[in-house]
């Protein structure tokens, strides 16, 4: 079984700054690249960016790109979204995801097998 646990989240002020966290454990897996998905009360679960674990080739959506960036530690299995500039429409609950089968990165939701719990940022203005 694979376990990914997210960190890192918490309230901050329209203009801040935070870093989310994504470790993976457990069994030995081969996943292609993480990606990092938000979901707000009402609304559907959107992507946000994502990352190979090969090559770090980087995939960003609109609304975050020159914002956000996204890394990984291949020897720690664990991948970070720096988030900067941060605004109210950013608050929504952050979580990461693996996807076992195809290279990538890729965006859509149901392309990536295993999600972790989620970790709420919320900002203020």
């Known amino acids: 079984q694979v376990q990914l646990a997210e960190s890192g989240g918490g309230l901050v002020q329209a203009g801040g700054s935070l870093r989310l966290s994504c470790a993976a454990s457990?069994?030995?897996?081969?996943?292609?690249?993480m990606g990092w998905f938000r979901q707000a009360p009402g609304r559907e679960r959107e992507f946000v960016a994502a990352?190979?674990?090969?090559?770090?080739?980087?995939n960003y959506a609109d609304s975050v790109k020159g914002r956000f960036t996204i890394s990984r530690d291949n020897a720690k299995k664990t991948v970070y979204l720096q988030m900067n500039s941060l605004k109210p429409e950013d608050t929504a609950v952050y979580y990461c995801?693996?996807?076992?089968?195809?290279?990538?990165?890729?965006?859509?939701?149901?392309?990536?097998?295993?999600w972790g719990q989620g970790t709420q940022v919320t900002v203020s203005s």
């Open positions: 995801a693996a996807d076992l089968r195809l290279p990538g990165p890729r965006s859509q939701p149901d392309e990536y097998d295993y």
């Open positions: 990352i190979t674990w090969s090559l770090g080739s980087t």
């Open positions: 457990g069994r030995a897996f081969r996943s292609y690249a």
